[in-house]
């Protein structure tokens, strides 16, 4: 690959996943893929963690969801926590337990596989993937399990995750209930989408100049609105008065032909309301998944503040000073 193109490509690389040039360039160097997508047992794991990232993330964060920066390889993800604040709430969410009154919270079949320097990596009991969580020293990340272990058995409850030789009888009851129904399997038939806006996350804060990023899932459309029932990911970005949406630049971005997912823009169904000043709809050619993109304006009063407060104006300062036009690299 000519020097000038590859210069390039990292330049680009790294608005969707927030590594620094340097490591971009590098990542090039090893792969074809300018960002490898999973495939899998993997895309269901990463599909399950963004689901619970979403969830965990109840506070005001200063990247998209309290992720810095995420690593793609072919069979692994790394996700840079943002804080040991939100390193907790994040392996929190992530470690599976047992409620015996109710259900089981967290992934189902996920453990430790190992910790290491700065990091800690979880698999799911069984099959062949990874998700290494990094940020805080390694002392941070055993204090958090012993925490939650604590916590959990004087609860009560069953701490799944230590059972390291098979799933607990709780979780093969609990999967068979909860993840073999129809929802779960359109839920997992656009798993290559949530997957996908895992390992792309920081473009929503490198490209975007949102303040704040939250988001749900939403509900396969049924009969009474449109025919497809795809899942939808609802993301809704917070901005401050005065700072102008890069809509269409952030839409462009996540549909780019090389680093971005295979959607198009998308009208949304006949039935469809909502109150929000602007939104995009993404989708892709079989409506197997869309990515709804809420753009609103804060009230004055509204805007959040905090420690983070200081990163998030520079955050989005940088965003405001790159060019509004997406163009191909």
Known sequence: MRTDR???LATRRG???GESYDQARAALQQTRALIPEAVGDQQVFETYALRELIRCRYEFTAYTFGIRRVIPRSESLTLHVESEAHAERVLRALLPSHDPT???FGITGVRIRQYTDRAIEL??????TSLVLTGPAVSVWK????DKLTETLDRGWEPTWRNRAAWTDAELLFHQEYYTDEWSRRF???AWCAS????RLPVFHQVACADDVSAYIGHPFGAGTCRSKAMRWCFDLDHRPGIAWQDDRLADALSDPDFGLPLRRTPFGIDFYDTAPHMLRLGDVEQTAFVDLRFTHLAPSSLRRGPHAAVVRERVAAAVAKPGEWRPA
Do not use: C, N
Request: charged share 25%; proline share 0%; aromatic share 4%.
């Open 143 to 146: 204090r958090i399990e012993h």
């Open 188 to 190: 997992l038939r656009g």
């Open 15 to 17: 608005l969707f996943t």
């Open 196 to 199: 996908a806006l895992l390992r």
């Open 102 to 104: 109710s259900e089981v």
């Open 123 to 128: 698999h799911r009991l069984g099959q062949h």
């Open 6 to 8: 590859l210069s390039r």
